[in-house]
């Protein structure tokens, strides 16, 4: 069996005719692992994880998931594109472009309705669902008044409701207090212990510390410019102000006051 979860093979970009965002990119991820995408805004982040949730296509060269090449046409086939869905979860940047519905517990137990499980099956994954992210209170609520951390959370829901094997996440901790930052932490730890392959895109380098042991760097110019252990990525200072993710200032002054900001697993 294919061991990448994911494979971009020579892979250019573009959105509609301007020159290629992204060109000559090879890039694996693999069963298990907790990867996180590092780049300033403007990078590329979320476009590539577009690509991997088959929303955008390479202009040019392959990409592979789970062993299949996948490309507009085979996600015309429907059964094809709903099993991937289901395999492949995708929380957005902004969570309120994922919520539709007018009750919590509707926007929960669509994806699983969808899937045509018994009601009494979606049912009880709604509550487990719910039980595991302590949103209960929030099941008969509406989308629209909830804070942007209860947001997240039923976002999160959706997409974890399906019980993805992949699970892609866009800039996960922003808006989220420190507190809820936390939880999202232990939460990812656990999905990841219990198999699923996670792939962040973040400019917070805690978060990245703190979730997964690969980091890869997008520069301001969209080249992939590092792929390693996050551990030494994130000591990499050079790269790090090279690609506007720490400025000198933060630099000179970490180096002599705090030499390790980052928490460890
Ligand atoms: N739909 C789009 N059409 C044209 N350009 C886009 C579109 N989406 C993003 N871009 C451009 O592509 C570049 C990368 O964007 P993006 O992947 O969103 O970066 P990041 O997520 O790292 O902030 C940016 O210059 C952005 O303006
Ligand atoms: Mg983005």
Redesign the pocket.
């Known amino acids: 069996m294919d061991k990448a979860v994911f494979s971009l093979k020579g892979v250019e970009f573009s959105?509609?005719d301007?020159s290629p965002?992204l060109s000559g990119l090879n890039l694996d991820f693999y069963y298990g692992d907790s990867v996180c995408l590092l780049?300033?805004?403007?990078?590329?982040?979320?476009?590539?994880l577009k690509m991997l949730c088959a929303l955008l296509f390479p202009t040019r060269g392959i990409f592979r998931a789970f062993g299949d090449d996948i490309d507009e046409a085979r996600m015309e086939n429907d059964r094809y594109a709903k099993e991937y869905r289901r395999r492949v979860g995708f929380v957005f940047?902004n969570s309120e472009a994922q919520l539709f519905t007018t009750r919590i517990w509707d926007e929960i137990a669509f994806g699983p309705l969808q899937l045509g499980l018994a009601a009494r099956d979606v049912k009880q994954r709604v509550e487990d669902i719910a039980g595991l992210l302590r949103i209960e209170d929030l099941l008969e609520r509406s989308p629209y008044r909830l804070s942007g951390g209860e947001k997240k959370k039923v976002a999160l829901a959706c997409v974890l409701v399906m019980n993805p094997e992949v699970l892609i996440l866009?800039?996960p901790t922003n808006g989220l207090d420190p507190k809820t930052q936390r939880w999202l932490i232990e939460l990812l730890l656990q999905l990841n212990k219990a198999g699923r392959t996670i792939i962040t895109?973040t400019h917070n380098l805690e978060l990245a510390h703190a979730i997964s042991k690969r980091a890869l760097v997008?520069s301001e110019e969209?080249r992939l410019i590092g792929d390693g252990n996050t551990f030494e990525i994130l000591s990499n200072r050079d790269l790090l102000i090279q690609v506007n993710l720490i400025d000198e200032y933060t630099h000179i002054h970490e180096s002599h006051e705090h030499t390790h900001r980052f928490i460890h697993a």
């Open positions: 959105y509609h301007s965002l780049g300033a805004n403007g990078s590329g982040k979320s476009t590539v940047q866009d800039e895109a997008l969209h």
